[in-house]
T-cell receptor, first 114, second 117 residues
Framework: GAGVSQSPSNKVTEKGKDVELRCDPISGHTALYWYRQSLGQGLEFLIYFQGNSAPDKSGLPSDRFSAERTGGSVSTLTIQRTQQEDSAVYLC????????????FGPGTRLTVT | AQSVTQLGSHVSVSEGALVLLRCNYSSSVPPYLFWYVQYPNQGLQLLLKYTTGATLVKGINGFEAEFKKSETSFHLTKPSAHMSDAAEYFCAVSDGGDGGSQGNLIFGKGTKLSVKP
């Protein structure tokens, strides 16, 4: 079956511009996570969605970052006024739930801020 | 709070030799433990996981790991390395939501495995 998909696969943007990254989770998965993978910081948790509940935004690094999940399915991560330190690979993962369930990862979006 | 330490950012083995990648964790509640593999320019793929029950868990591609509570370790092993095992390996811990998080994964820094012919 289809796995987690993310788009675009690569995004180059100028400093100060806004970007939107999209994640399509596996059908039926209620939990959705965003992570960031960067050279200096490794893999970091950003935000968590569970069904229609309010998201856990505790991992977002600044208020320039936001995310939404429409209809309990597709999610969009938005970064406003991008900075060079935002350059990283943004990974999305989905699972049936949080209690020990495997998280399935998408291929990621490589963001480069010039 | 939870954390993961992977000893050795780079490990090199010869083809056919034992692979041992070390992972130690800290957790205030019984942990869920995972090993993921990442091939170049690809996402993360689950190798194996420990949730409850048998402490020796077997995964894909001949890998296995043993949960040792007394040592707070979850080392990854494979008896005989293959060239195709060259990749980066990440150990991760989750509290499943029992320790105040939302079950998000806390990752180690990763270990890059090289396999020499």
């Amino acid at each position: 079956g289809a796995g987690v998909s993310q788009s675009p696969s690569n995004k180059v943007t100028e400093k100060g511009k806004d970007v939107e990254l999209r994640c399509d989770p596996i059908s039926g998965h209620t939990a959705l996570y965003w992570y960031r993978q960067s050279l200096g910081q490794g893999l970091e948790f950003l935000i968590y969605f569970q069904g229609n509940s309010a998201p856990d935004k505790s991992g977002l690094p600044s208020d320039r970052f936001s995310a939404e999940r429409t209809g309990g399915s597709v999610s969009t991560l938005t970064i406003q006024r991008t900075q060079q330190e935002d350059s990283a690979v943004y990974l999305c993962a989905s699972s049936f739930g949080r209690r020990g369930y495997e998280q399935y990862f998408g291929p990621g979006t490589r963001l480069t801020v010039t | 709070a939870q954390s993961v330490t992977q000893l050795g950012s780079h490990v090199s083995v010869s083809e056919g030799a034992l692979v041992l990648l070390r992972c130690n964790y800290s957790s205030s509640v019984p942990p869920y433990l995972f090993w993921y593999v990442q091939y170049p320019n690809q996402g993360l793929q689950l190798l194996l996981k420990y949730t409850t029950g048998a402490t020796l868990v077997k995964g894909i591609n001949g890998f296995e790991a043993e949960f040792k509570k007394s040592e707070t370790s979850f080392h990854l092993t494979k008896p005989s390395a293959h060239m195709s095992d060259a990749a980066e390996y990440f150990c991760a811990v989750s509290d499943g939501g029992d320790g105040g998080s939302q079950g998000n994964l806390i990752f180690g820094k990763g270990t890059k495995l090289s396999v020499k012919p």
